[in-house]
Structures are given as C-alpha cells and as structure tokens.
C-alpha cells in the first residue's frame, strides 16, 4: 500500500500550479525536458496539479540537476548503479540525478547493450511521486515500490498511486 512521509507533507492547497526548472549547470536536451515534461504529465492528470517549465531555477519550485558524487547536500552519488537520483520531501522540490548513470532517453532500455542502462522516465516518475510526497508503497507494481532494475521501464501509474496521491492532492 502506499505511504507518505512523516507528518504528511504536501504542496499547499494555494499552490496547485508548480513550476519546474533545470540546473543550468547541465545540458539539458529538448529529448531530456519531454521524458520530465511526460513524466510530470502522468501525475498532473489524476490530480488537480499542473506542471510548466519554468527558466528561472531560482523561482521555480522543483529544480532538477544532474550531478557527481558528493553535491553539498550530505547525500553524495555514488557512480554507476546504486543510487540513482533523490528527490525531497515537499515543499523542498530538490530532484537530484545521479549523472554518472548510464541514462536511457526515448530509446527502449530493454534494448539497449549496456547492462546498467536506465529508463530517465521510469527513475523521473518515481522521484516525482516523492517531490508531491509520496514515500513508498508495498505493492510490487506501483511506481513507488522501491525496487528498479536495470534495462527495464515502468512509467504508467498503478492504481495505488493514484489512490496515494488522491488521498494527498
Ligand atoms: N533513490 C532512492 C529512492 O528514490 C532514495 C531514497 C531512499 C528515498 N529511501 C528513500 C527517497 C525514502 C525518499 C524516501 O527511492 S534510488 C528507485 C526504486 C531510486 C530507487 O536511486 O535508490 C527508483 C531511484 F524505487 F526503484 F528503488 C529511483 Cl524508481
Ligand atoms: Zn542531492
Ligand atoms: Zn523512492
């Protein structure tokens, strides 16, 4: 089943309308802010959220970046696999990629040779579940059971996600 973060936090009820921006640190391809944009768009038709890219990473809500071991957030990468990414608890909007990975945009990473590929999509969707406080759910076919492997994709919302994040939303 799914599960929240102590306390329950969430976006407030006056701040429906999030805006997301990316590190302007890191180069980001139009291919790279559709595989967010889509992933931002599974969660905004089962809530009454909506997402929009934003320029500005100071203003933005989320911000996402793409960075190597040790970040200044006491919570350093650690190269290929094992960690992939972190995202925050609301309202910190803080989404974190591990740019040591072997990410995998468009292409099907079940295709694809390298062992460590990993779907950019898949890891999105769940780290957005986290961003809009969603923590982890016991059901092996949601978004948020906390099991991903390599050269796989799972992106569409199970039921219980969308039951986590009506419940919050
Ligand atoms: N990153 C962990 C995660 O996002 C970070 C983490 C561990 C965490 N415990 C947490 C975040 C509790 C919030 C609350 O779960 S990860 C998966 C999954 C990771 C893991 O790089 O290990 C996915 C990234 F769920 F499949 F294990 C993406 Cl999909
Ligand atoms: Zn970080
Ligand atoms: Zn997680």
Redesign the pocket.
Known sequence: RYAF?PGEPRWPEGHRHLTFAFNPENDITDEIRAVFSRAFDRWSRVTPLTFELSTSPYLADITIGFFNGDHGDGEPFDGIL??????F?PPSGRFHL?AAESWVVDDDVTMSTSLAAIDLE??AV??IG?LLGL??SSVVES??????TSRTRKVELHSDDVMGIQYLY
């Not at 978004?143 to 991903?148: G, K, N, Q, R």
């Open positions: 973060f094992g960690t992939l990414a972190h995202a608890s591990d898949s890891v769940h780290e986290h923590g982890h978004i948020m059971y906390p099991a991903i």
